[in-house]
Protein backbone atom coordinates (compact mmCIF):
# COMPACT_ATOMS: atom_id res chain seq x y z
CA UNK A 1 0.00 0.00 0.00
CA UNK A 2 2.90 2.56 0.91
CA UNK A 3 4.50 1.74 -2.26
CA UNK A 4 1.64 2.55 -4.56
CA UNK A 5 0.90 5.82 -2.78
CA UNK A 6 4.45 6.54 -3.10
CA UNK A 7 3.96 5.93 -7.17
CA UNK A 8 0.50 8.00 -6.85
CA UNK A 9 2.26 11.10 -5.33
CA UNK A 10 4.75 10.83 -7.70
CA UNK A 11 2.26 10.71 -10.64
CA UNK A 12 0.54 13.25 -9.69
CA UNK A 13 3.85 15.62 -8.75
CA UNK A 14 5.21 14.67 -12.35
CA UNK A 15 1.30 15.63 -13.70
CA UNK A 16 1.81 19.21 -11.75
CA UNK A 17 4.89 19.73 -13.34
CA UNK A 18 4.07 18.85 -16.87
CA UNK A 19 1.40 20.82 -16.26
CA UNK A 20 3.43 23.59 -15.35
CA UNK A 21 5.69 23.26 -18.00
CA UNK A 22 2.58 23.20 -20.54
CA UNK A 23 1.29 26.67 -19.25
CA UNK A 24 5.25 28.32 -19.42
CA UNK A 25 5.16 27.58 -23.06
CA UNK A 26 2.01 28.74 -23.74
CA UNK A 27 2.38 31.64 -22.23
CA UNK A 28 5.98 32.25 -23.39
CA UNK A 29 4.19 31.67 -27.15
CA UNK A 30 0.96 33.76 -26.48
CA UNK A 31 1.05 37.00 -28.97
CA UNK A 32 -2.15 37.48 -27.60
CA UNK A 33 -1.98 40.65 -25.16
CA UNK A 34 -4.03 43.57 -25.99
CA UNK A 35 -7.89 44.07 -26.71
CA UNK A 36 -9.12 45.54 -30.66
CA UNK A 37 -11.64 47.58 -28.86
CA UNK A 38 -12.18 51.67 -30.29
CA UNK A 39 -9.39 52.99 -28.37
CA UNK A 40 -6.88 50.37 -30.26
CA UNK A 41 -8.40 51.65 -33.51
CA UNK A 42 -7.02 55.11 -32.09
CA UNK A 43 -3.27 54.19 -32.07
CA UNK A 44 -0.77 55.37 -34.44
CA UNK A 45 -0.14 51.78 -35.59
CA UNK A 46 -3.85 50.65 -36.71
CA UNK A 47 -4.75 54.76 -37.94
CA UNK A 48 -2.28 53.86 -40.66
CA UNK A 49 -3.32 50.96 -42.28
CA UNK A 50 -6.40 53.54 -43.33
CA UNK A 51 -9.77 52.93 -44.04
CA UNK A 52 -13.32 53.09 -42.07
CA UNK A 53 -15.74 51.04 -39.40
CA UNK A 54 -19.03 50.13 -39.00
CA UNK A 55 -20.98 48.22 -36.71
CA UNK A 56 -22.91 45.23 -38.12
CA UNK A 57 -24.86 42.44 -35.68
CA UNK A 58 -21.37 40.61 -34.74
CA UNK A 59 -19.22 43.16 -34.43
CA UNK A 60 -16.94 46.10 -36.22
CA UNK A 61 -15.88 45.76 -39.85
CA UNK A 62 -13.14 47.23 -40.90
CA UNK A 63 -13.14 48.63 -44.63
CA UNK A 64 -12.13 51.00 -47.67
CA UNK A 65 -14.36 51.78 -50.36
CA UNK A 66 -13.64 53.97 -53.01
CA UNK A 67 -14.37 55.16 -56.49
CA UNK A 68 -17.48 56.67 -58.07
CA UNK A 69 -20.77 56.66 -56.17
CA UNK A 70 -22.28 55.51 -59.72
CA UNK A 71 -19.62 53.31 -60.87
CA UNK A 72 -19.98 49.53 -61.26
CA UNK A 73 -19.18 48.01 -57.75
CA UNK A 74 -16.69 45.33 -57.38
CA UNK A 75 -16.04 43.82 -53.57
CA UNK A 76 -12.60 42.07 -52.42
CA UNK A 77 -12.75 39.18 -50.29
CA UNK A 78 -9.63 38.13 -48.65
CA UNK A 79 -8.20 34.94 -47.71
CA UNK A 80 -7.11 32.73 -44.34
CA UNK A 81 -5.46 35.34 -42.46
CA UNK A 82 -3.86 37.90 -44.66
CA UNK A 83 -6.66 41.26 -44.62
CA UNK A 84 -7.27 43.54 -47.16
CA UNK A 85 -3.58 44.85 -47.15
CA UNK A 86 -3.05 41.73 -49.82
CA UNK A 87 -5.48 43.21 -52.65
CA UNK A 88 -3.48 46.57 -52.58
CA UNK A 89 -1.98 46.44 -56.19
CA UNK A 90 -5.43 44.91 -57.38
CA UNK A 91 -7.82 47.94 -55.70
CA UNK A 92 -5.21 50.81 -56.89
CA UNK A 93 -5.73 49.38 -60.22
CA UNK A 94 -9.68 48.52 -60.70
CA UNK A 95 -10.02 52.32 -58.40
CA UNK A 96 -8.20 53.78 -60.95
CA UNK A 97 -9.98 51.86 -63.99
CA UNK A 98 -13.08 53.46 -62.38
CA UNK A 99 -14.48 51.27 -60.65
CA UNK A 100 -16.29 51.68 -57.24
CA UNK A 101 -14.44 49.18 -54.50
CA UNK A 102 -14.99 47.65 -51.53
CA UNK A 103 -12.31 45.50 -49.38
CA UNK A 104 -13.36 44.45 -45.92
CA UNK A 105 -11.39 42.07 -43.05
CA UNK A 106 -12.98 39.29 -42.64
CA UNK A 107 -13.90 38.83 -38.68
CA UNK A 108 -11.32 38.12 -36.85
CA UNK A 109 -8.20 38.98 -39.06
CA UNK A 110 -6.45 42.94 -39.37
CA UNK A 111 -9.08 45.37 -37.99
CA UNK A 112 -12.13 43.90 -37.58
CA UNK A 113 -13.55 42.63 -34.35
CA UNK A 114 -13.28 38.81 -33.45
CA UNK A 115 -16.18 37.77 -32.20
CA UNK A 116 -16.75 34.45 -30.42
CA UNK A 117 -18.85 33.11 -32.88
CA UNK A 118 -18.63 29.49 -35.16
CA UNK A 119 -16.85 31.03 -38.39
CA UNK A 120 -18.79 29.07 -40.79
CA UNK A 121 -19.96 29.51 -44.34
CA UNK A 122 -23.22 31.35 -42.89
CA UNK A 123 -20.96 33.82 -40.45
CA UNK A 124 -18.83 35.11 -43.88
CA UNK A 125 -21.52 35.46 -45.51
CA UNK A 126 -23.89 37.32 -43.12
CA UNK A 127 -20.89 39.40 -42.86
CA UNK A 128 -20.60 40.19 -46.40
CA UNK A 129 -24.86 40.81 -46.83
CA UNK A 130 -25.03 42.97 -43.73
CA UNK A 131 -21.43 45.18 -44.84
CA UNK A 132 -23.26 45.63 -48.36
CA UNK A 133 -26.68 46.56 -46.47
CA UNK A 134 -25.03 49.10 -44.28
CA UNK A 135 -22.89 50.60 -47.04
CA UNK A 136 -26.32 51.13 -49.08
CA UNK A 137 -25.23 49.00 -51.86
CA UNK A 138 -28.15 47.05 -52.91
CA UNK A 139 -27.48 46.81 -57.16
CA UNK A 140 -25.50 43.70 -58.01
CA UNK A 141 -21.82 43.75 -57.31
CA UNK A 142 -18.99 41.86 -59.29
CA UNK A 143 -17.08 39.83 -56.36
CA UNK A 144 -13.60 37.85 -56.11
CA UNK A 145 -12.22 36.27 -53.96
CA UNK A 146 -8.56 35.16 -52.98
CA UNK A 147 -7.83 31.40 -51.35
CA UNK A 148 -10.65 30.61 -48.46
CA UNK A 149 -11.94 34.14 -50.15
CA UNK A 150 -12.95 32.12 -53.11
CA UNK A 151 -15.26 29.87 -51.49
CA UNK A 152 -16.56 32.89 -49.60
CA UNK A 153 -17.42 35.23 -52.92
CA UNK A 154 -18.81 31.50 -54.45
CA UNK A 155 -21.19 30.75 -51.26
CA UNK A 156 -22.38 34.48 -51.74
CA UNK A 157 -23.17 34.69 -55.24
CA UNK A 158 -25.49 31.22 -55.36
CA UNK A 159 -27.22 32.02 -51.83
CA UNK A 160 -27.91 35.63 -53.47
CA UNK A 161 -28.10 35.46 -56.85
CA UNK A 162 -29.49 38.62 -57.73
CA UNK A 163 -26.44 40.88 -55.80
CA UNK A 164 -23.81 39.48 -57.89
CA UNK A 165 -23.41 40.02 -61.30
CA UNK A 166 -19.69 38.28 -62.09
CA UNK A 167 -17.38 36.31 -59.89
CA UNK A 168 -13.71 36.56 -60.63
CA UNK A 169 -11.73 33.72 -58.43
CA UNK A 170 -7.80 33.38 -57.43
CA UNK A 171 -6.24 30.18 -56.87
CA UNK A 172 -9.48 29.32 -54.53
CA UNK A 173 -9.62 26.92 -51.67
CA UNK A 174 -11.67 24.01 -52.71
CA UNK A 175 -12.65 20.33 -52.30
CA UNK A 176 -14.57 18.24 -50.58
CA UNK A 177 -14.45 17.86 -46.90
CA UNK A 178 -11.23 17.08 -45.14
CA UNK A 179 -11.12 15.94 -41.70
CA UNK A 180 -8.44 18.02 -39.83
CA UNK A 181 -5.91 16.08 -37.51
CA UNK A 182 -7.12 15.43 -33.91
CA UNK A 183 -4.94 18.04 -32.43
CA UNK A 184 -6.73 20.65 -34.01
CA UNK A 185 -10.15 19.09 -33.54
CA UNK A 186 -9.60 18.59 -29.73
CA UNK A 187 -11.07 21.18 -27.72
CA UNK A 188 -8.89 22.76 -25.14
CA UNK A 189 -5.62 20.93 -27.01
CA UNK A 190 -6.34 22.69 -30.60
CA UNK A 191 -6.48 26.36 -28.94
CA UNK A 192 -2.90 24.95 -27.35
CA UNK A 193 -1.55 23.55 -30.54
CA UNK A 194 -2.68 26.98 -32.26
CA UNK A 195 -0.86 29.14 -29.53
CA UNK A 196 2.65 27.08 -29.50
CA UNK A 197 2.70 25.68 -33.12
CA UNK A 198 0.94 27.46 -35.13
CA UNK A 199 0.50 30.60 -34.51
CA UNK A 200 4.70 31.33 -34.53
CA UNK A 201 4.85 30.29 -38.02
CA UNK A 202 2.17 31.98 -39.77
CA UNK A 203 3.94 35.32 -40.46
CA UNK A 204 7.06 33.36 -41.75
CA UNK A 205 4.51 30.80 -43.28
CA UNK A 206 3.18 34.31 -46.21
CA UNK A 207 6.59 33.88 -47.81
CA UNK A 208 5.82 30.73 -49.48
CA UNK A 209 2.79 32.56 -50.93
CA UNK A 210 5.37 34.08 -53.36
CA UNK A 211 7.95 32.75 -55.52
CA UNK A 212 10.14 35.49 -54.81
CA UNK A 213 8.91 36.79 -51.47
CA UNK A 214 12.75 38.88 -50.96
CA UNK A 215 10.61 41.51 -53.27
CA UNK A 216 8.08 42.39 -50.72
CA UNK A 217 9.71 42.85 -47.27
CA UNK A 218 6.71 45.06 -46.05
CA UNK A 219 3.76 42.56 -47.16
CA UNK A 220 5.53 40.31 -43.85
CA UNK A 221 6.12 43.04 -41.73
CA UNK A 222 2.60 44.46 -42.01
CA UNK A 223 0.81 40.75 -41.09
CA UNK A 224 2.22 41.15 -37.50
CA UNK A 225 -0.06 43.86 -35.26
CA UNK A 226 -3.13 41.95 -36.01
CA UNK A 227 -1.39 38.56 -33.94
CA UNK A 228 -1.24 40.66 -30.75
CA UNK A 229 -4.98 40.92 -30.63
CA UNK A 230 -7.29 38.58 -28.75
CA UNK A 231 -9.37 36.64 -30.65
CA UNK A 232 -7.12 36.14 -33.81
CA UNK A 233 -5.91 32.57 -33.31
CA UNK A 234 -9.44 31.60 -32.26
CA UNK A 235 -10.90 32.87 -35.67
CA UNK A 236 -8.41 30.95 -37.76
CA UNK A 237 -8.94 27.70 -35.54
CA UNK A 238 -12.52 28.12 -36.03
CA UNK A 239 -12.33 28.94 -39.61
CA UNK A 240 -10.45 25.25 -39.74
CA UNK A 241 -13.08 23.50 -37.97
CA UNK A 242 -16.23 24.85 -39.92
CA UNK A 243 -15.22 26.16 -43.01
CA UNK A 244 -11.90 24.71 -44.30
CA UNK A 245 -13.15 21.77 -43.64
CA UNK A 246 -15.75 21.70 -45.04
CA UNK A 247 -16.92 20.63 -48.59
CA UNK A 248 -16.82 23.71 -50.88
CA UNK A 249 -17.79 21.64 -54.32
CA UNK A 250 -21.70 22.00 -54.65
CA UNK A 251 -21.12 25.70 -54.45
CA UNK A 252 -18.52 25.72 -57.51
CA UNK A 253 -21.31 23.44 -59.09
CA UNK A 254 -23.82 25.74 -58.31
CA UNK A 255 -21.64 28.69 -59.44
CA UNK A 256 -21.37 26.54 -62.68
CA UNK A 257 -24.92 25.95 -63.72
CA UNK A 258 -25.97 29.31 -62.69
CA UNK A 259 -24.10 30.41 -66.14
CA UNK A 260 -22.67 33.39 -64.34
CA UNK A 261 -19.67 34.87 -65.97
CA UNK A 262 -16.53 33.53 -63.95
CA UNK A 263 -12.96 34.64 -64.33
CA UNK A 264 -10.34 31.93 -62.90
CA UNK A 265 -6.61 32.88 -62.10
CA UNK A 266 -3.93 30.96 -60.84
CA UNK A 267 -0.23 31.43 -60.47
CA UNK A 268 1.66 28.01 -61.64
CA UNK A 269 3.73 27.52 -58.66
CA UNK A 270 1.10 28.06 -56.14
CA UNK A 271 2.05 25.37 -52.73
CA UNK A 272 -1.07 26.34 -50.85
CA UNK A 273 -3.74 25.58 -53.31
CA UNK A 274 -1.54 23.50 -56.05
CA UNK A 275 -1.70 24.23 -59.24
CA UNK A 276 -3.26 20.45 -60.60
CA UNK A 277 -6.74 21.84 -58.30
CA UNK A 278 -7.79 24.42 -61.13
CA UNK A 279 -8.85 21.54 -63.55
CA UNK A 280 -11.35 20.02 -60.69
CA UNK A 281 -12.36 23.34 -60.63
CA UNK A 282 -13.16 23.85 -64.20
CA UNK A 283 -14.93 20.80 -64.06
CA UNK A 284 -17.00 22.33 -61.78
CA UNK A 285 -17.42 25.48 -63.15
CA UNK A 286 -16.94 24.90 -67.07
CA UNK A 287 -17.80 28.50 -68.18
CA UNK A 288 -14.69 29.74 -66.20
CA UNK A 289 -12.70 32.00 -68.30
CA UNK A 290 -8.93 30.48 -67.17
CA UNK A 291 -5.53 32.05 -67.10
CA UNK A 292 -2.67 30.24 -65.85
CA UNK A 293 0.01 32.86 -64.26
CA UNK A 294 3.82 32.01 -65.05
CA UNK A 295 6.48 32.47 -62.70
CA UNK A 296 3.41 32.79 -59.14
CA UNK A 297 2.10 30.74 -56.38
CA UNK A 298 -0.98 31.84 -54.27
CA UNK A 299 -0.88 35.65 -54.86
CA UNK A 300 -0.36 36.08 -58.53
CA UNK A 301 -2.06 39.34 -59.01
CA UNK A 302 0.19 40.39 -56.34
CA UNK A 303 3.22 39.38 -57.45
CA UNK A 304 2.45 39.84 -61.61
CA UNK A 305 -0.29 42.93 -61.41
CA UNK A 306 0.52 44.22 -65.01
CA UNK A 307 -0.68 40.70 -66.31
CA UNK A 308 -3.15 40.51 -63.62
CA UNK A 309 -4.64 43.69 -63.90
CA UNK A 310 -5.57 44.61 -67.49
CA UNK A 311 -7.27 40.75 -67.38
CA UNK A 312 -9.27 41.47 -64.75
CA UNK A 313 -10.49 44.81 -65.48
CA UNK A 314 -11.20 43.31 -69.53
CA UNK A 315 -13.43 40.53 -67.49
CA UNK A 316 -15.32 43.79 -65.38
CA UNK A 317 -16.13 45.27 -68.52
CA UNK A 318 -17.59 43.11 -71.00
Wanted: proline share 7%; net charge neutral.
Amino acid sequence: MRLLKFFGIVLIVVAVAAAAVCYGIYRRNDQEVLTLDGAARQTREVLASGGSYVELKEGVTHFELSGPADAQTVVLVHGFSVPYYIWDPTFTALTSAGFRVLRYDLFGRGWSDRPDATYDPEFFDQQLLQLLDALGIRGPVDIAGVSMGGPIAVNFAVRHPGRVRRVALFDPAYGPAVSLPWKLRAPLFGEYQMCVKIAPTLAAGQREDFVHPERYPDYFEDYLPQMRYRGFRHALLSSLRNFISRDSTRAFQQLGASGKPVLLVWGRADQDVPFAISDDVRKAVPQAEFHPIDDAAHVPFYEHPEIVNPVLIDFLRR
